[in-house]
């Protein structure tokens, strides 16, 4: 069981820029692609980005793709994710989750899950 602890959220305004972390402990951090999820008010919890186990391939939902970067440092046991040009539509509770399949973007594929980071973004 992989335990995920998300930090780094806060209020913003639009166009900032927020760096979100996500600690992990546990079993190995290198065996599982990790992944941000994101849930507004009233809305299901829907993708963000996803990385690979060893970093060289990420993906990204439409939505924050060119804006949004996720990286990781298995040394640390941690993955990233940059937000930039925030927009008030981005306000949401921020999420990380780990999965056993490389790309993993749909949420019956990711295991364990953090208690998630508030992202508020004024406009």
């Known amino acids: 069981q992989v335990q995920l602890v998300e930090s780094g959220g806060g209020l913003v305004q639009a166009g900032g820029s927020l760096r979100l972390s996500c600690a992990a402990s546990?079993?190995?951090?290198?065996?599982?692609?990790m992944g941000w999820f994101r849930q507004a008010p009233g809305k299901e919890r829907e993708f963000v980005a996803v990385?690979?186990?060893?970093?060289?391939?990420?993906y990204y939902a439409d939505s924050v793709k060119g804006r949004f970067t996720i990286s990781r440092d298995n040394a640390k046991n941690t993955v990233y994710l940059q937000m930039n040009s925030l927009k008030p539509e981005d306000t949401a509770v921020y999420y990380c989750a780990n999965s056993r399949n490389s790309l993993a973007i749909h949420r019956n594929e990711f295991d364990s899950w953090g208690q998630g980071t508030q992202v508020t973004v004024s406009s």
């Open positions: 990385i690979s186990r060893s970093g060289e391939s990420k």
């Open positions: 546990g079993r190995t951090f290198s065996n599982y692609a």
